[in-house]
């Protein structure tokens, strides 16, 4: 089971608690994981990624094994760690830096 | 007894504001989708309990909602807005073509007859439309599609439409305001759509008569006179008396006219409504006194009105979305600022009390008058 944690806003609108759990079938990628995502909360369509490029939005970003993915390619398979369950992938809205 | 319903968005946030016909005591709920821009909140006039809302954040992008109990319970609705077939491209900042993209929902306005038919506009500048109570969106390609959308460019707040007023009278004519395109007017319900900015003069432009290009920041509308219109624009205070064929200057004795908010009296079709702001560099009241400016006589002759409003140390800005007026008998006057005031007259404007101080910057403010 891959574990996906969202920022609070995004929790909010699907009204969920806590981590997502989630069924992905075959390579996990960071593209998988938003599908399976999307797919069981469609109302975060276009909240991570766009909804004609499907490109990540700029202020979001993906972490998982304490490491920076955002400018890995969304097909590229995500470590083994986050397709066992042993750790969780993180989407973050990024540090606004004061303005809001 | 009648009620009434004001709908005020912020930038972190909706808040509702209810009272009955005396609109002296208040009750204030929210915030809804706490965090979040809520560019405009705004309820349908066949349905009022059917609202409509646009929440955006620099973060997650937009998203719609819709609430069918007056705001109790919110759903979140179609958040798709995609432009119809190749978007093309306007003008950026230095002139060059930038590609249409969109960015967030500046403006609802639902139908006049259906509940489940709502109008967008968007930045970059267009007009969507649900016919499904936002299940799905889609452009009404002609307005861009006319001639004049490769020529528009942005002012220093974006390309948005902003306004959007539907004539009672004929159901194909619309009128909409886009900064810093101008106005345009449709005759066929929204399939084609001519610029309407004859008569207005914008110093910083090229050709300072040009037939788009003007910074309109507000068009409203008498609903028993829907060919005259009143305009403010980023300097000037406009009028027409035939449907934006013509327009022209009515500032008369304002103190500036330059400001972002212009409403029109419930009653009296001649009876309109200022917020005088000092200049487009300094985006707050002249004197640091907050006024609104009335005219009884449509334009040129105009009363500040204070009683009850900051008239020392006030430095709030009012944009273009923050008044609104309610019809009961005599008419309620509403504004918020971006200090998080929404200031209200029960009295068309004679006097005014806060029904709240301190929410976040004002962005829009709507009000619905309940049976």
Known sequence: ??????????????????????????????????????????????TIRDHVTQERRAFVRFFACQEDLSHESPDVPLPDAVGSGAEPFLVVGAIAGGIY | MSKVRVLVGTRKGAFILESDGKRQKWDVSGPHFAGWEMYHVKGSPVDPNRLYASQSSGWFGQLMQRSNDGGKTWEPVDNKFVYDGVPGTHQWYDG????????????????????????????????????????????????????????????????????????????NRMYVAISAAGTFRTDDGGTTWKPINKGLYSQFLPEPTAEVGHCVHRIAMHKSRPNVLFMQ??????????????????????????????????HEPETIYVVPIKSDSEHFPPEGKLRVFRSKTGGDEWEPLTKGLPQSDCYV???????????????????????????????????????????????SVEVQTLA
């Open chain 2, 233 to 266: 624009k980023h300097w000037d205070v406009m009028r027409t008396d035939d449907a934006g064929e013509q327009w022209r200057e009515v500032s008369g004795n304002l103190p500036t006219d330059f400001g972002f908010v212009i409403d029109v009296h419930a």
């Open chain 2, 317 to 363: 800005d009012v944009l273009r979305e923050a008044m609104a007026i309610d019809s009961l008998d005599s008419c309620g006057v509403y504004f918020g600022t971006t200090g998080g005031q929404v200031y209200a007259s029960a009295d068309a404007g004679d006097s005014w009390m806060p029904i709240v101080r301190d929410l976040p910057a004002v962005l």
């Open chain 2, 96 to 171: 060059k073509p930038h590609p249409w993209e969109f960015k967030r929902v500046w403006h609802v306005e639902p139908s006049l007859t259906d509940p489940d038919t709502v109008y967008a506009g968007v930045e970059d500048a267009a007009l969507f439309r649900t016919t499904d109570g936002g299940k799905s969106w889609n452009e009404l390609a002609g307005l861009r599609g006319h001639g004049s959308g490769s020529r528009w460019q942005p002012g220093a707040g974006g390309m948005g439409l902003h306004t959007m007023l539907l004539d009672p009278s004929d159901p």
């Open chain 1, 1 to 46: 089971m891959i574990r996906v944690v969202l920022p609070a806003h995004l929790r909010t609108l699907a009204k969920i608690s806590g981590e997502v759990e989630l069924e992905v079938k075959g390579q996990v990628t960071q593209r998988s994981i938003l599908d399976a995502l999307e797919a069981r909360y469609p109302m975060l369509q276009g």
